[in-house]
């Protein structure tokens, strides 16, 4: 079975903090992705990664930034948290470019105070 | 650009009645069609998928047949559970690009 874990499920940080969340898949997938989901907005992309050290902007890349130094790992960085990023994020992988089926993570949920 | 547009919720629904909950789409070129399901407290889980014209997905009792002459692809099931309740995206694929998703449709089944 593919597994995809974050970091943390509940998260609390202040407001100007930097924010890291993690990201591990074990199943050598290229391609990754952060979402963060909202009541009634539904999944937004973030940031996604075909490969290694790659990085592509997704529909709401503003106030973030990503990571991917290795395969299995795609860290999303918030460099100084506001509380319109409270939220629950979700990292997804998928084995490559135009294979849909993507797997997910449980989800972060954080609350910038 | 490729968007889905599914239906809104929350929709409520008593133990074993007939489920429909509608999603259409807009695509270039010949897209893939996805239903997720996210059941409380979990990240999206793949439900069903359809990759051409005229298939159908299945999975779980759960049924969607990818319409390219109304650009839809509606979930379907005949008799919800309890344990159905969740949120439903709709999502598609068409090219190299990302995943876009629908907003999502919650069903409370209630016995």
């Known amino acids: 079975d593919v597994k995809v874990t974050q970091s943390s499920r509940y998260l609390v940080k202040r407001t100007g903090e930097k924010v890291f969340l993690e990201c591990v898949q074990d199943m050598d997938h290229e391609n990754m992705f952060w979402y963060r989901q909202d009541p009634g907005l539904g999944l937004r992309l973030i940031y996604f990664s075909y490969d290694v050290k790659m990085k592509e902007k997704g529909d709401i890349p503003e106030g973030y930034s990503v990571s991917r130094e290795k395969k299995e790992r795609f860290s999303l960085i918030l460099e100084s948290a506001s509380t319109n990023q409270t939220s629950m994020y979700l990292c997804?992988?998928?084995?490559?470019?135009?294979?849909?089926?993507?797997?997910f993570g449980p989800g972060t949920r954080l609350l910038v105070l | 650009g490729n968007s889905v547009t599914q239906m809104e919720g929350p929709v409520t629904l008593s133990e074993e009645a007939f489920l429909t909950i509608n999603c259409t789409y807009t695509a270039t070129g010949y897209p893939s069609l996805f239903w997720y399901v996210q059941y409380p407290g979990e990240g999206l889980q793949l439900l069903l998928k359809?990759?051409?014209?005229?298939d159908k997905g299945s999975n779980k009792g759960f049924e969607a047949t990818y319409r390219k002459e109304t650009t839809s692809f509606h979930l379907e099931k005949g008799s919800v559970q309890v344990s159905d309740s969740a949120v439903y995206f709709c999502a598609l694929e068409s090219g190299n690009t990302p995943l876009v998703f629908g907003k999502g449709t919650r069903l409370s089944v209630i016995a």
């Open positions: 997804a992988s998928s084995v490559r470019r135009g294979r849909g089926t993507q797997y």
């Open positions: 359809a990759t051409k014209a005229d």
